[in-house]
């Protein structure tokens, strides 16, 4: 089975052609084998760039635990990138259907190839029992954590976020906190954990304890809920660069139509077999 391996800002994935062939017939078992960094290709999971009705391509995100998400901002900027420079669709607007719903990229090309992408992600969904958490508010907005000394404010991008804003960001926190965050029964479908520090109001500085793949180099979703958390809290502005271990991000939260942008790049770094 052809592969190719892409990253955005250092969020990698596998990524399979199933608009020409057939797509893996479990592919929860197949992310968990290559997505693993010392057996397989390596990779923070599997996406497989599918057939649509209703957009040029549907994107389809397992972790590398094999579990499936709703979402994955790095990684649809990819299927963007690959879908236009594979000349599954040449234009410069693509719309991919997610587990969101079908989302819009503004392609920016160089060489003939697209280099960075410019994703409408939609409105943040911020009704605590639909991002899902059981804290209270809507959302809950510096939430005290019961059982941990956080305060936390949840935000979903189509997938759960669990946002705070801390004034050293340390391993401790993110590999020894985070984990157990996000497997905490106040999060019905687990979640997302940001540890976020404020340089200025228009600068953070982040990192993330994906649900399903432990810490990665940025996380998309994760960079647009700490936007909205930001504002949401009074510490940011609408416009933010978020740096992430793996590079930075632009997030945008609009007044004027509530939709939260994201641009950054996307990158193709190498294709391979893999054996069915």
């Known amino acids: 089975m052809r592969f190719t391996k892409m990253q955005g800002t250092g969020n990698d994935y596998i990524y399979l052609d199933c608009i020409h062939n057939p797509p893996p017939k479990d592919p929860a078992e ?21 057939p ?11 972790n590398a635990d094999g579990s499936e998400s709703e979402m994955c901002g790095n990684g649809v900027r990819c299927v963007a990138k690959y879908v236009y420079d594979h ?20 392609l920016e090309l160089g060489g003939g190839k697209v280099r960075q992408v410019r994703v409408d992600m939609g409105e943040p969904i911020l009704e605590g029992s639909k991002i ?26 189509g997938n759960p976020h669990c946002v705070t804003f801390v004034n050293q960001i340390t391993d401790q926190m ?20 940001e540890f976020v520090k404020v340089n200025r109001p228009d600068d953070i500085t982040m990192r993330v304890w994906e649900r399903g793949s432990g810490e990665t180099l940025a996380c998309g979703t994760g960079a647009c809920a700490v936007c909205v958390a930001g504002v ?45």
């Not at 649509?52 to 397992?62: E, Y």
């Open 232 to 276: 949401l809290t009074g510490r940011t502005q609408r416009k933010i660069t978020a740096h992430l271990r793996g590079g930075d991000l632009l997030l945008e939260w609009s007044e004027s139509d509530n939709h939260v942008y994201m641009t950054g790049p996307a990158v193709e770094i190498f294709s391979g077999e893999w054996p069915d």
């Open 87 to 106: 000349g599954i669709a040449k234009k410069p607007t693509l719309t991919i259907e997610t587990g969101r719903g079908v989302l819009t990229l503004e």
């Open 132 to 157: 899902p958490t059981t804290l209270s508010g809507n959302p809950p907005r510096e939430a005290p954590l019961p059982r941990f000394d956080f305060r936390v404010t949840c935000v979903s991008m």
């Open 30 to 50: 197949m992310s968990r084998k290559i997505a693993d960094r010392h057996f397989g290709v390596g990779a923070d999971g599997l996406i497989l760039v599918c």
């Open 174 to 193: 993110v590999l020894g906190i985070g984990p157990n965050i996000e497997v905490d029964a106040l999060f019905p479908r687990r979640t997302n954990v």
């Open 52 to 62: 649509s009705t209703q957009a040029d391509a549907r994107m389809r995100m397992f």
